[in-house]
């Protein structure tokens, strides 16, 4: 082997002998010509149990131990056991918290130089490890192997509080930290806390308005990827979660754990102002911001404001004049699924509002106008409109919010019209 390929260097330091591949230094030469077959990419021992290759029989050796069960090497930090002493030294450094090897690009610290070797193939975009699965590409071949895993179905790590499944050991180490309740990562926008780093990272993207990932269907926008993903299912049509429940069908999982609160009847989630109750956390959050009086969403046909963007999204269906929600039992149309389920209503014949004292309510016209309204919406489904009799005349006042309301000297009172109406109501 020529000498081309290594360098001394000075006697004085410890390590004689450096690869001018890697850089490496080694104390004896000798050591330095076995490292030397890394970079010849020759392999000629191999696991015949996995398949995998080695550069040397010590390596196969170390690895077999993997596939014996063994692990006589233990961390009295955590617990966690080892097949190679080695290994269990490197782990040693996570806690010793010294993280001496910088990545130059996003400053992050890690512990081993081979951890900020493979993270630096994440700032270089080079993905050269692709899954004939999916056609997921990686940086490097170990997050390939983790990823296939997700498509072999297998799940051998267990959670023993929740019976949850993972494929991984890390996924279960993280998904055990929800149950310990602890969450050390705050955000300082909103106070929110998680349990790990990483979705405090992806929370932040929320406050930072930054939405790099567009639905081509639709044209909504994301910050992360992986919830676009979930969003295309929508468009898709395919729902593959069913209630056991009811038989109603769900694209993703989680919409599906969210729904089957309701069917428990169990609702932890109590507002303060009104005393309602919510199933879920999110439901509250977005009833609070009608007390809150903000509604930063405003309608650009009539001006009226909401304040979620999704109530303004329905709204604007009103003004596009799609009724996509017909009635069964009459053939009429609604914009909104929730009209359609109230108008249902009508038909079921099914009434639990009760009228009381009518000689009463002209104390309170918007009290009575807003019952009055509610029967006539009732009647307009029941009789015909096209005649232009006195009742006609009394309906529209009612309808058009014209001084017929309130009346004049020459006309009957309020209370008189309304009680005169209603008591021919079915």
């Given at each position: 082997m020529t000498e081309h390929w290594y360098s001394e260097v000075s006697s004085a330091e410890v390590k004689q002998f450096r690869c001018l591949e890697s850089g490496?230094?080694?104390?004896?030469?000798?050591?330095?010509?076995?490292?030397?077959?890394?970079?010849?990419?020759?392999?000629?021992?191999?696991?015949?149990?996995?398949?995998?290759?080695?550069?040397?029989?010590?390596?196969?050796?170390?690895?077999?131990?993997?596939?014996?069960g063994v692990k006589n090497f233990k961390c009295d930090e955590c617990g966690k056991q080892f097949t190679v002493k080695s290994t269990l030294t490197r782990h040693l450094l996570i806690h010793s918290g010294m993280k001496n090897f910088k990545c130059d690009e996003c400053g992050k610290r890690f512990t081993r130089k081979g951890n900020l070797t493979r993270h630096l193939l994440i700032h270089s975009e080079v993905k050269n490890f692709k899954c004939d699965e999916c056609g997921k590409k990686f940086t490097d071949k170990f997050n390939l192997t983790q990823h296939l895993l997700i498509h072999s179905g297998v799940k051998n790590f267990k959670c023993d509080e929740c019976g949850k499944r993972f494929t991984q050991k890390g996924d279960l180490t993280k998904h055990l930290l929800i149950h310990s309740g602890v969450k050390n990562f705050k955000c300082d926008e909103c106070g929110k806390q998680f349990t790990l780093k990483g979705?405090?990272?992806?929370?932040?993207?929320?406050?930072?308005?930054?939405?790099?990932?567009?639905?081509?269907?639709?044209?909504?926008?994301?910050?992360?990827?992986?919830?676009?993903?979930?969003?295309?299912l929508i468009h898709s049509g395919v729902k593959n979660f069913k209630c056991d429940e009811c038989g109603r069908r769900f694209a993703q999982k989680g919409d599906l754990t969210k729904h089957l609160l309701i069917h428990s009847g169990v609702k932890n989630f109590k507002c303060d102002e009104c005393g309602k109750q919510f199933t879920d956390k999110s439901n509250h959050t977005k009833h609070l911001l009608?007390?809150?009086?903000?509604?930063?969403?405003?309608?650009?046909?009539?001006?009226?404001?909401?304040?979620?963007?999704?109530?303004?999204?329905?709204?604007?269906?009103?003004?596009?004049?799609?009724?996509?929600?017909?009635?069964?039992?009459?053939?009429?149309?609604?914009?909104?699924?929730?009209?359609?389920?109230?108008?249902?209503?009508?038909?079921?014949?099914?009434?639990?509002?009760?009228?009381?004292?009518?000689?009463?309510?002209?104390?309170?016209?918007?009290?009575l106008s807003a019952e009055?309204?509610?029967?006539?919406?009732?009647?307009?489904?029941?009789?015909?409109?096209?005649?232009?009799?006195?009742?006609?005349?009394?309906?529209?006042?009612?309808?058009?919010?014209?001084?017929?309301?309130?009346?004049?000297?020459?006309?009957?009172?309020?209370?008189?019209?309304?009680?005169?109406?209603?008591?021919?109501l079915p």
């Open positions: 490496k230094a080694f104390a004896f030469k000798n050591s330095l010509i076995q490292h030397a077959v890394v970079h010849s990419r020759v392999k000629n021992f191999k696991c015949d149990e996995c398949g995998k290759q080695f550069a040397w029989k010590k390596s196969l050796t170390k690895h077999l131990l993997i596939h014996s979705v405090l990272t992806r929370h932040l993207l929320i406050h930072a308005g930054v939405k790099n990932f567009k639905c081509d269907e639709c044209g909504k926008q994301f910050a992360r990827k992986g919830v676009l993903n979930q969003h295309l009608i007390h809150s009086g903000v509604k930063n969403f405003k309608c650009g046909e009539c001006g009226k404001r909401f304040a979620r963007k999704c109530v303004l999204t329905q709204h604007l269906l009103i003004h596009s004049g799609v009724k996509n929600f017909k009635c069964d039992e009459c053939g009429r149309r609604f914009a909104q699924k929730g009209d359609l389920t109230k108008h249902l209503l009508i038909h079921s014949g099914v009434k639990n509002f009760k009228c009381g004292n009518i000689s009463n309510i002209h104390k309170d016209t918007e009290v009055y309204m509610a029967k006539v919406e009732v009647l307009r489904n029941k009789a015909s409109w096209n005649s232009t009799s006195e009742d006609d005349t009394d309906v529209a006042r009612v309808r058009g919010n014209t001084s017929g309301i309130h009346g004049n000297a020459d006309s009957p009172s309020y209370s008189q019209r309304a009680e005169r109406f209603v008591t021919r």
